[in-house]
């Protein structure tokens, strides 16, 4: 079965005007055509978009994503090649993850204690200004 566009963004979704860029930049091979020269792409096209997709949210550029598509054009041969650069983006998003996951971590303890300065349970202090305890010591 073949798609047009819409179709395929609609399937995969992704803004059509992304899908166009794609395509203009050469990220989608052997695009075909229709009788009326509109784009139109098979299963195996959606398929290979949504790997896309996939690049684009690991933060690859645009020069990395052709380079990695050249790679798996070249087949087989360059699995390790493309082993090498998973391994890479999966050691630089691990590594976003425990940042945010360090984040997440420093909100709940502030919210913690926002909670207990406003109960009473703990007295207020900043890093930032003079308290009221500052000034007696």
């Known amino acids: ?12 979704g992704l ?8 395509c203009n930049e050469g990220l989608v ?3 075909k055509r ?12 959606i398929e290979w978009i949504k790997s896309l997709s996939c690049l684009k949210n690991w933060e690859l550029s645009i020069v990395e994503m052709k380079e990695y598509l050249e790679l798996c054009l070249k087949g087989e041969k360059t699995i390790p090649e493309r082993q090498v650069i998973l391994e890479d983006k999966l050691r630089e998003l691990n590594h976003k993850i425990q940042k945010i996951e360090d984040s997440i ?8 204690f926002y909670q207990d ?15 009221d305890d500052d000034s007696e010591n």
């Open 1 to 12: 079965m073949l798609y047009s566009m819409k179709q395929a963004c609609e399937q995969i």
């Open 29 to 31: 091979p052997n695009v």
């Open 117 to 131: 300065v406003l109960s009473g349970k703990t007295k207020y202090y900043s890093n930032l200004i003079s308290t």
């Open 34 to 45: 229709d009788k009326n020269n509109y784009r139109v792409f098979s299963d195996q096209d």
């Open 15 to 22: 803004m059509y005007d992304t899908l166009k860029f794609y």
């Open 105 to 112: 971590n420093y909100i709940h303890w502030k919210q913690s």
